[in-house]
């Protein structure tokens, strides 16, 4: 999955996703790769797989 760490102005992003997620129990989750250009919003790309 990919996904801004933020999003401003409607609320959310990767870390309410992942609380979720984790809630949920059914699935693990690991960082790839996190995207910071400098001039946006930083990006990150996340592993997901059932437990």
Same mark, same amino acid.
């Given at each position: 999955?990919? !996904?801004? #760490? ?16 984790? #809630?949920?129990?059914?699935? !693990?989750?690991?960082?790839? !790769?996190?995207? !910071? ?9 996340? #592993?997901?797989?059932? #437990?």
């Amino acid at each position: 999955m990919s !996904a801004k #760490k933020h999003y401003f102005g409607v609320g959310g992003g990767t870390r309410q996703f992942l609380s979720m997620v984790e #809630k949920d129990g059914l699935m !693990a989750f690991s960082m790839v !790769a996190e995207v !910071a250009d400098g001039s946006s919003n930083v990006r990150e790309v996340w #592993k997901l797989s059932f #437990k």
